[in-house]
């Protein structure tokens, strides 16, 4: 029995499709998982030189200027600290996921069963074709017996016929 149970839970086309559907359930919860991950940002502002310009003055004239060099580089990180209802996303979360796990072990537990029911029919059936053969067996010795006491007259003919329906009654049973 323990070899069918294991056949049934390695082969069992459902029980592969509910592994699979617990697997696609778990990587769901999984990616609802609530966690708080920092957010981090980076920023770069900067101002390249250019050639040396000229700038017009009162007057008319103009004067060279070279731009100023600048540059400002910023990286923030963010991280939440307080999040109203963690908890209870978590509860939510351990529930889909226990939830997930249970489907997949009572889809289990059913092929189980499914199996062993089966094949306490088989061996019922397995015990009934011996009982059915054994009382074959018995009907065919009555009518021989039967038989060997009408021919030395302990018997009537009755008794060969009743003898003669219980053989082919037994043979319907197989």
């Known amino acids: 029995m323990s070899d069918a149970l294991t056949m049934a839970r ?11 559907e617990l697997q696609g359930a778990l990587v769901a919860v999984e990616r609802e998982r609530p966690i708080s991950i920092p957010s981090i940002t980076t920023e770069a502002i900067g101002t390249l030189q250019t050639p040396t310009n000229k700038a017009p003055l009162a007057g008319g004239s103009t004067a060279p200027f ?36 249970w489907q997949y072990y009572k889809k289990m537990n059913d092929t189980l069963f499914d199996t062993r029911s089966t094949m306490l029919q088989l061996h019922k059936a397995i015990l009934f074709r011996e009982v059915a053969e054994k009382g074959l067996t018995l009907a065919t010795e009555q009518y021989a017996l039967a038989k060997t006491m009408l021919a030395g007259g302990a018997s009537t003919e ?3 016929k009743a003898s003669d329906s219980d053989v082919a009654e037994a043979e319907q049973l197989l």
């Open 10 to 20: 390695n082969s069992n086309m459902s029980l592969r499709i509910a592994a699979k």
């Open 66 to 101: 070279e731009p100023s060099r600048s540059g400002k580089v910023e990286i923030r990180m963010d991280q939440l600290l307080y999040h109203p209802g963690g908890s209870q996303a978590r509860e939510k979360y351990r529930a889909e996921w226990n939830i997930a796990c």
């Open 158 to 160: 009755r008794d060969v």
